[in-house]
Structures are given as C-alpha cells and as structure tokens.
C-alpha cells in the first residue's frame, strides 16, 4: 500500500515597497527568519510554520501545520461506540493537517503541496505576506510548457472561456486599463455576490475572423498572476493553426504542472514522514527543471 500526495507548482513574484527596508524576492524573506510569526488563521482554525525553514542542494523548504479544533470527528473502535477524540484537551488542541513546501530561488519557483484539510497557496503567500515587509506576493500557476506551445501555434482564435469558483473579488480580475464593459460585468459578480463566475468571447462561425491574439494572451497572464489562481477552474482557448480546418483545443488548467509524490502508507504522519515527502517531491521536481526553463507565454505576435 502507499500514498500519494501533489505538489503544484507556481512561479512566485515579491513585489516590495518603495523603501529601503522592504524585502525582493522571496529569498530574503527566507534568509531572515522572524524569531516570532504572527498568528494565522483559515476559517477559525490557526496555521503557522512547523519548524525552520530549511535548504538542501540550493532549496529552501519547510511545513505549515494548520489545527483544526472544530469539527472534529469521532474516535471509534470496531464494534463500540464513537466518544470524543480529544476529550479533556484545551481549546488550542486538534488535528494537525501539514502542508509542506519548497522554494527554488534560481528559477523563481515554488512547490506547495495539495492537502485537502491543510492551507493552499493562497494560504502561504498570505503568511508571508503578513510577516514580511512587502507589498505583495504573486503565484503564477505553472502550465505545462507544451500546452504553451500549442497556444503559440494558433494563428486563428475563435473562442476564449475563463470559469472562476468561490469568487470573493471579481474586480480583481479587471484593471484599470480593461474597458469599462468589462469592469461593469466582473462589478455585477461583486453586487450579486456570486461565487461562479464564467465569461466566454468568440467571433461565432465566421470563417475568416478572430479575436486578438495578443489581447487574449494578455489577459491569460493576468488571470495567471493573480493569488487567487487556485480558483480559476477553466481556461480553454479554441483556435486553427495556419492551413489548417480543424479547430484545436488548448486547456490551460487541466494542463498545469503537478508532482505527484507517493511513499508507503503509515499509520500517523510525522515530522520525518513530512520530510521525506518534501525531499521527494524536490527530487522530481529537479528531474523537469530542464523542460520548465522554456516556461513563457509571448505576448507579442
């Protein structure tokens, strides 16, 4: 038996303050660790790193632990009847749920692993972010560099589709720079509170026409640069390469890069478990490193 965990990988961008004091890049923020971190918190239950944050062969990279005190299942043995799991324990004991990663400073590059019950990316950016003197930090998701590739073929694009789920800012989605149409439907998600969010554009079946190349890549990058990229579900470009009479599909989300990571199955997960899983995951990501150096979208045609 064996388990498997995914690390998904993002391509990470400090943006610091207009001062002398603020950070870079995220490898000044890990070169200065802080001697106390404040507190986080996802939903009510607390997160915080799991130790120091550590390097090997050039790599930094660490755990968060996030405690779930509420909503705790049973304990139960076979055949009794389910009692309190943490009877008598205090307020700040629960079920740990880790959530490692690894940062790799010469390509930008960071790993963070996909758990269920523990923090996303989203999580980890905004832990920095609060401890650390900067402006922001970004998590551009990672496309499989072939899909990029097929992308950039497309001379001719008939339709674009962008879904974004548990939308809590569509504005965010639209600058200043984007026409006023544009900012009044992402607005309307805002005032109506929605929490799907799907825009398609296309030229319909007219032979000859196509939307903006370079519009449509611009927009993609966006979309790609934004923290919250763990909400974006859907972008399918569909377009003709020159010559060519059959449409070609380009999914960018079904096409992002994953590690998957497997070790044998154990009954409680630990520090040295949580190392190994890390170590493994920096290994496989090492074996791709060549291929991801081709990692871009152009944006000019």
Do not use: W
Not at 164 to 188: H, L, P, Y
Not at 233 to 258: A, F, M
Not at 268 to 291: L, M, T
């Amino acid at each position: 038996m064996s388990g498997t965990t995914t690390f998904m990988l993002f391509r990470v961008t400090v943006e610091p303050h207009d001062d002398d004091q603020s950070y870079t890049s995220l490898r000044e923020i890990l070169d200065d660790p802080l001697a106390e971190y404040q507190k986080m918190a996802i939903n009510g239950a607390r997160f915080e790193l799991d130790g120091p944050v550590r390097r090997t062969h050039g790599i930094y990279y660490g755990t968060f632990c996030l405690i779930q005190t509420q909503e705790l299942p049973p304990m139960v043995k076979a055949g009794g009847e389910p009692r309190e799991l943490l009877a008598g324990e205090d307020d700040d004991t629960g079920l740990g749920h880790y959530t490692s990663f690894f940062y790799d400073p010469k390509y930008e590059m960071v790993g963070v692993q996909q758990n269920r019950n523990g923090i996303s990316a989203n999580g980890v950016a905004a832990f920095f972010k609060r401890n650390y003197h900067i402006r922001s930090i970004l998590f551009e998701v990672v496309i499989n560099p072939a899909e990029l590739a097929r992308l950039n073929n497309l001379t001719e694009i008939k339709s674009f589709q962008i879904s974004i789920a548990k939308m809590e800012n569509a504005s965010a989605f639209s600058g200043k720079s984007d026409s006023m149409a544009f900012r009044q439907v992402t607005k309307i998600a805002d005032d109506t509170n929605a929490n799907v969010f799907t825009l398609q554009f296309g030229v319909g079946y007219q032979r000859d026409a196509t939307l903006r190349k370079g519009s449509v890549i611009d927009y993609i990058r966006s979309i790609l640069r934004k923290a919250n990229v763990t909400d974006v579900t859907k972008i399918e470009i569909k377009g003709r390469e020159q010559d060519e009479d059959s449409l070609h599909v380009v999914d960018l989300i079904n096409n992002k890069v994953k590690l998957i990571v497997t070790l044998p199955r154990v009954r409680q997960i630990d520090r040295n478990y949580n190392q190994k899983i890390i170590i493994k995951a920096i290994d496989e990501y090492q074996s791709i490193v060549p291929e991801l150096q081709s990692y871009k979208i152009k944006a000019k045609y």
